[in-house]
């Protein structure tokens, strides 16, 4: 259905987020109302895979957006995946989980708050590419700035057993982690 992919970027005013179905709803409003603002004050980062062609521009009649186009705006990119990251702080009763140096007065975590891919795409590779994607992107992150882990929240069971497969481990409750030099050792085996 969807031939061609940009590269994954920041979302922007260029992308289609109406349509976009995953089929969890608090997902799809996250991306349709939300993760622009969030962007613009600063509490959390959205970045998608969009289509390379084109579509036209159509708002969901019930789904008022944040910060959406007009109604028969102008053709954009439609959104076939997206993931969202913040930097969090981990609560003190559960920093041994992290890390073993708990001295630390505090152990900051970069959270994989969102991802998602949409009911058209998924099955063939995109989330787990998403995935990659956004570790990657975690690590380079936490190289930059601090950061001992990446912690994800899985919003029901099938997306728990998704970040299982990728060899996250439990937290607590929804939430998984998993260390920034285990993810750093994962993505680049060389290094
Ligand atoms: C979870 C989700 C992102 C997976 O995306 P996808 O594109 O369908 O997954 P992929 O095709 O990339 O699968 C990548 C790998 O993960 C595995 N996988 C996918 N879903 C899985 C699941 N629920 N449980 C275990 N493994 C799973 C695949 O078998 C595949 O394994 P392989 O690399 O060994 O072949 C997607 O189904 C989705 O958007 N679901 C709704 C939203 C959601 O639950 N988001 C996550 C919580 S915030």
Redesign the pocket.
């Known amino acids: 259905m969807y031939a061609d992919f940009l590269p994954v970027c920041q979302l922007g005013d260029e992308h289609v987020v109406d349509g976009f179905d995953?089929?969890?709803l608090e997902?799809d409003r996250w991306l349709r109302r939300m993760a622009k603002a969030a962007g613009t004050i600063g509490t959390g980062t959205t970045f998608v895979l969009a289509s390379a062609e084109p579509v036209a521009d159509e708002p969901v009649a019930d789904e008022p957006v944040f910060d959406g186009p007009a109604a028969d705006g102008p053709a954009g990119l439609a959104v076939l995946?997206y993931y969202t990251l913040a930097v969090r702080a981990v609560e003190q009763d559960l920093r041994s989980r992290v890390v073993t140096d708990v001295l630390a007065s505090s152990v900051s975590v970069i959270q994989?708050?969102?991802?998602?891919?949409?009911?058209d795409?998924?099955?063939?590779?995109?989330?787990?590419?998403?995935?990659v994607e956004a570790l990657g992107r975690a690590v380079r992150a936490a190289d930059a700035i601090g950061a001992r882990a990446v912690v994800?929240?899985?919003?029901?069971?099938?997306?728990?057993?998704?970040?299982?497969?990728?060899g996250f481990e439990p937290l607590d409750g929804m939430r998984l982690f998993q260390r920034i030099d285990v993810l750093r050792a994962a993505l680049d085996p060389a290094a």
């Open positions: 995953c089929g969890v997902l995946g994989l708050v969102r991802l998602a891919v949409h009911c795409a998924q099955g063939v590779g995109l989330g787990g590419e998403l995935l994800v929240e899985a919003t029901d069971e099938p997306a728990y057993r998704f970040y299982e497969h990728f």
